[in-house]
């Protein structure tokens, strides 16, 4: 069975529960995490149920809901890693003028993806699935352009960034995820 079968029948049971409160926030985030596990190589499924479930603080949610919060999340994330950004060019005079360029580049496009993220969580919202999808496509690029220009340059160096970039990347293959299942609805 091909996965948007699969998972838009599992999607509407979980519905279906929902809707009478029979399945609790826990088992929607494990089975929608296996899923988005089994189906895109991007997502780990320990990654994704620790970052669900310590951002929902044992609330009741539904899939709907956890769109918003991981568009939450990964807004965090990148704001929290603009300020880390920050703080290592503040606070660093040892860096090459090759990695200054490099963060400085990262800080520009972490800024970008922050308001793209903003502004996929307001499309999201406002139930504008296809734009919401768009902008979070543009910024799950931002991680991976910021990685790569520390290894592409002609004074390749270590990224200071590669688990937050990682992180960011794969929360934002989270969310993607969880909007194109919203986007499809249940049936």
């Known amino acids: 069975m ?21 399945v609790s926030t826990e088992t929607l985030i494990e089975s929608s995490c296996k899923t988005f596990a089994q ?9 994704c149920t620790s970052s669900m479930k310590g951002a929902t603080a044992g609330g009741r949610a539904t899939l709907p809901a956890l769109g918003a919060i991981s568009l939450r999340l990964v807004q965090d994330n990148l704001t929290d890693t603009r300020r880390h950004v920050r703080e290592i060019l503040n606070n660093s005079s040892m860096l090459s003028p090759y990695s200054r360029r490099c963060l400085h580049d990262c800080l520009e496009l972490f800024s970008d993806a922050v ?19 768009v902008k979070m496509s543009a910024v799950m690029d931002a991680p991976t352009t910021c990685e790569d220009g520390f290894k592409e340059g002609p004074a390749a160096v270590a ?29």
């Not at 990224?159 to 969310?175: C, G, M, Q, V």
């Open 2 to 22: 091909n996965f948007f079968i699969s998972f838009s029948i599992s999607f509407s049971i979980i519905s279906i529960l929902e809707g009478f409160h029979l």
């Open 39 to 47: 189906s895109d190589p991007n997502i780990d499924y320990g990654f």
């Open 115 to 133: 308001s793209g993220v903003e502004d996929a969580a307001r499309d999201y919202d406002a139930k504008r699935f296809d734009d919401a999808n």
């Open 159 to 187: 990224s200071p960034l590669s688990k937050r970039n990682r992180d960011a990347f794969e929360l934002s293959a989270i969310a993607l995820s969880i909007i194109n299942v919203v986007r499809r609805g249940p049936g």
